[in-house]
């Protein structure tokens, strides 16, 4: 009969590794005149634990009995092959289909019969409750080291090295965990804080960028305070602090509002005048962006062509900000200066009021010209709006479309502006 030998045990015991396969050869060999041959093929598993039976050895020795060439299996003890009763449940069961019978030479039992069945799954019970009670020790063990804030292994945080078992801070990288937190606290937005940290070429150890979602684990991570946290709980660690709890519970006030309503407050706090007025060639909306070099602050407008299928969309991809909103408000300007512009508005005005005379339109609207400057950008939106229709972007420049009845109500703004400051 062909015998097939399988053993388990770390690489640095090669030597016991052997001295169990010479046991079960020696045992093969007194079964000699049963048939029994020892197979040259090696199914050693070294360094891998039998509690898995994802193992390169174990899967060519049950590709061999699958094939034909296995007709005993013989190992030192049941726990060489597996430590789990599902898993040796599988495995009898892969043996009773092939014919194959299993011998462990320290453990006598024959599983051909009942009681070899029996014996085994009380043995391999035991197995399973030796290697539950072992994780256990270690699970608790490892509680137990955090809790006296030692450093359990893994990947340090940004910020920290790792040096004979303890976290120590590298001072550059943690001038730029610092700043990330203070800026956070400013900014109010992990969106625009990862444009920021991606222009100032920030990576972790493994050279990957500070992604937005990196970025929000490190503002959760109460290692930066000093502190070791198991399950939810944190302790005090051996690792020194590189933010303080001021830092921490700034951010931590932001973390806790509705992330809607922090999107929608940065983005009232990003002026965009023309947000929702402007169109391309190919009728797609523009919509409002920006991004930030250092300390400055870029806007535009990109195309939703563009947005959504790439670059080459739309003849005009996008704009620059500054540029559309300073040529539109420089036509508008224009309007409110043109005698046929304020013949216009005077007669809306007129039909609702006659009282009012010419010149206090005209004086109204000439007005608005160097008051824009001290008014707040959501104010100026507002009269853009009410003013402007729609903005249409060609190769030869832009076109303006008015709202035929905004200028009136804006002067009659104007008008009462006026008196409540004559009153």
């Not at 090696?42 to 634990?49: Q, T, V």
């Not at 092939?98 to 009942?114: A, D, P």
């Not at 960028?209 to 939810?232: C, F, Q, S, T, W």
């Not at 590189?242 to 830092?247: D, R």
Request: hydrophobic fraction near 40%; include cysteine; charge should be positive.
């Amino acid at each position: 009969m062909r015998c097939g030998n399988t053993s388990r045990i770390p690489p640095t015991g090669s030597s016991s590794l052997d001295a169990q396969r010479e046991v079960c050869e020696a045992y093969i060999a007194s079964q000699r005149s049963e048939g029994w041959v020892v197979l040259r093929e090696r199914y050693d598993d070294g360094g891998i634990s039998g509690g898995t039976l994802d193992r390169q050895g174990l899967t060519r020795l049950l590709t061999d009995i699958e094939d034909g060439l296995v007709d005993v299996v013989v190992v030192y003890k049941i726990d060489r092959l597996s430590r789990s009763l599902m898993d040796f449940s599988k495995l009898v069961e892969i043996f009773d289909r092939n014919g194959v019978t299993f011998i462990s030479v320290t453990q006598s039992f024959n599983t051909t019969t009942s009681m070899g069945r029996l014996t085994l799954n009380i043995l391999l019970s035991f197995a399973q409750f030796e290697r539950e009670v072992t994780a256990e020790r270690i699970r608790d063990k490892f509680a137990a080291s955090r809790k006296r804030g030692l450093w359990m292994g893994g990947v340090p945080p940004y910020g920290y090295r790792v040096q004979g078992r303890k976290l120590l801070v590298e001072e550059d990288r943690a001038a730029e965990v610092r700043w990330i937190f203070d800026r956070f606290a400013e900014l109010g937005s992990g969106t625009m804080l990862a444009r920021e940290v991606a222009l100032r070429g920030l990576r972790t150890s493994r050279g990957n960028p500070l992604d937005k979602k990196y970025i929000y684990r490190m503002l959760n991570n109460r290692a930066y305070l000093g502190e070791a946290v198991h399950k939810g709980e944190s302790y005090p660690g051996e690792h020194a602090a590189i933010i303080g709890h001021w830092a921490w519970d700034r951010v931590h006030a932001i973390l806790r509002e509705s992330p809607r309503k922090r999107a929608a407050r940065t983005r009232a706090g990003t002026p965009a005048l023309l947000k929702g007025l402007i169109y391309g060639p190919d009728g797609a909306a523009f919509s409002p962006s920006h991004t930030r070099k250092g300390a400055r602050l870029y806007r535009y407008y990109v195309s939703q062509s563009v947005l959504a299928r790439g670059a080459g969309a739309c003849p005009i991809g996008r704009v620059s900000a500054g540029e559309i909103e300073a040529a539109v408000i420089g036509q508008l300007r224009a309007v409110f200066r043109q005698p046929e512009i304020v013949a216009g508005t005077m007669r809306a005005i007129r039909e609702q009021d006659e009282t009012i005379t010419e010149a206090e339109v005209c004086a109204a609207l000439q007005e608005l010209d160097p008051l824009w400057d001290e008014l707040f950008p959501a104010e100026q939106a507002r009269i853009v709006a009410l003013l402007v229709e729609r903005i249409d972007l060609g190769e030869e420049g832009l076109s303006l479309r008015l709202r035929t009845e905004g200028l009136p109500g804006l002067a009659r703004e104007m008008l009462a502006r006026d008196v409540g400051q004559a009153a």
